[in-house]
């Protein structure tokens, strides 16, 4: 089976870094997803990583190392509408056709 | 263009009721997802439709809940004889090849009394 492992809650101040991490055990691995969810919203994606190495999109960014079952987002510049739950996903490496998702890490953004 | 919609948006219904929502896919995405989502929950996948194939229900939580797609495009979810466990938000979700980016509908936010 699978499992991903993401802290539940997270919490920073606006102007600030803040890291997610996500770490994974799966038996075939291909790619790892982030999805953003506002409260009351729908998920959105933001990023996919198939690769080692960090990818860079604005201020958010995604990392993944193959080696380790570890990936991350790193959001920065901190903004009040940061604020949501974020998912990290894998595909099912069963039958490779739903994507497996973490159970979500809830950011809180202070002034 | 037209995301993935839901209908309705919200359903108040009591216990064993049947209830149908219908989630219209972006259109030209072959694959089209239902997930489950209770309040501060994550994501709990129910159903998978990809083009022509079986559906994927590894993820349905009993045999009252069915789902359909016609024509490749349009699905509904069907609950039978609701229970109050069943309410939820549930979402749709539709993506152009299988584990690629996922696009969301609003979801319907079922409530059994």
């Known amino acids: 089976g699978q499992s991903l492992e993401q802290p539940s809650e997270v919490t920073a101040v606006e102007g600030a870094i803040v890291q997610i991490n996500c770490t994974y055990q799966?038996?075939?691995?291909?790619?790892l997803s982030w999805y953003q969810q506002h409260d009351g919203g729908a998920p959105t994606f933001l990023s996919y990583?198939?690769?080692?190495g960090l990818e860079e999109t604005g201020r958010f960014s995604s990392f993944l190392s193959r080696s380790d079952s570890y990936g991350y987002l790193l959001l920065q510049e901190l903004q009040m509408k940061d604020s949501a739950s974020y998912f990290c996903?894998?595909?099912?490496?069963?039958?490779?056709?739903?994507?497996?998702f973490g159970a979500g890490t809830r950011l809180a953004v202070h002034p | 263009g037209a995301g993935v919609s839901q209908s309705p948006s919200n359903k108040v219904t009591e216990k064993g009721k049947d209830v149908e929502l219908r989630c219209d896919p972006i259109?030209?995405?072959?694959?089209l997802y239902w997930y489950r989502q209770s309040l501060g929950q994550g994501l709990e996948f129910l159903i998978y439709?990809?083009?022509?194939?079986?559906?994927?229900k590894s993820g349905l939580p009993s045999d009252r809940f069915s789902a359909e797609r016609t024509g490749g495009s349009v699905s509904t979810l069907t609950i039978q004889r609701t229970q109050q466990e069943d309410s939820a938000v549930y979402l749709c979700?539709?993506?152009?090849?299988?584990?690629?980016?996922?696009?969301f509908g609003p979801g319907t936010r079922l409530t059994v009394l």
């Open positions: 979700a539709s993506s152009l090849w299988t584990w690629g980016e996922q696009f």
């Open positions: 799966t038996s075939g691995f291909y790619g």
């Open positions: 990583n198939a690769l080692d």
């Open positions: 996903a894998v595909p099912d490496s069963g039958g490779y056709n739903k994507l497996i």
């Open positions: 259109s030209g995405h072959t694959a």
């Open positions: 439709f990809q083009g022509n194939s079986a559906p994927d």
